[in-house]
């Protein structure tokens, strides 16, 4: 699937001659991002005594379940995947409440909040990280870094896109390819697979 393929698409299917999709295409590709479909890793954010918490890779998405999974390295040892506090913000709150460098050891949960990934204990010396996540897509449009699967719904999507944005025929052409576009997404989301290679639990 390649953007020329998408732009012959929508003008063969609108009747139109348009030579840039780019705003559409950027459309499409953020929304079905949403539904957790690409995947990164990050493995440049170290730990010290004095850290309380990692950020999220500037590619990660802002939504809930962002973050698949984390593990804190020892210099000897490959973490594990660390649980997620049950008790959310609050728990952790709780937990850190008194001398927060007192409870320094080596992290054994985390909390995804607000863009950081909090720790818990802060960690008490130095680690690296490893930190698997769902992102955004890349800022350039090609290659289109969704899977061949997707084809479809891309097209209608940005089909969809490119009829509002021109009022063709008017309402009409947009209500149809949009219907298209939302079933190929629904269609799509209930066939992504839960990734069982990271398995993590609550403390």
Same mark, same amino acid.
Not at 1 to 29: A, C, G, P, Q, Y
Not at 183 to 202: F, M, N, Y
């Given at each position: ?11 063969? =299917?609108?009747?139109?001659?348009? +030579? ?11 929304d079905l991002a949403d539904l957790l479909v690409l995947r990164g890793y990050d493995d440049?954010?170290? %730990?010290?005594? +004095? ?9 990660? %998405?802002?939504?809930?379940? /962002? ?22 913000? =609050?728990?952790? =709150?709780? #937990? ?7 409870? =320094? ?23 690296? +990280? ?40 008017n309402y009409q052409a947009w209500q149809v390819w949009n219907t298209r576009y939302l ?6 989301? #209930?066939? %992504?697979?839960?990734?069982? /290679?990271?398995?993590? +639990?609550?403390?």
């Open positions: 699937m390649t953007k020329s393929d998408i732009l012959s698409f929508v003008n063969s =299917r609108l009747r139109r001659h348009e +030579t840039d999709i780019d705003e559409e295409l950027r459309l499409v590709l953020d440049t954010q170290g %730990l010290t005594a +004095t850290s309380l918490y990692l950020d999220y890779p500037s590619d990660c %998405l802002d939504v809930q379940g /962002a973050i698949i999974s984390v593990c804190v390295d020892a210099e000897s040892d490959e973490g594990s995947p660390l649980p997620t506090l049950r008790g959310g913000w =609050r728990e952790y =709150r709780r #937990l850190c409440s008194g001398n927060v460098n007192a409870l =320094r050891s080596t992290p054994a949960a985390k909390l995804a909040f607000g863009g950081k990934i909090y720790l818990y204990p802060p960690p008490g010396g130095n680690y690296t +990280t490893r930190i698997w996540y769902y992102r955004r897509h890349a800022e350039a449009l090609e290659p289109i870094e969704f899977p061949a699967e997707w084809d479809r719904c891309i097209k209608f999507g940005v089909t969809a896109e490119v009829a509002a944005k021109y009022g063709l025929n079933g190929q997404k629904q269609e799509r989301a #209930l066939s %992504l697979p839960h990734d069982p /290679a990271i398995v993590e +639990t609550s403390l």
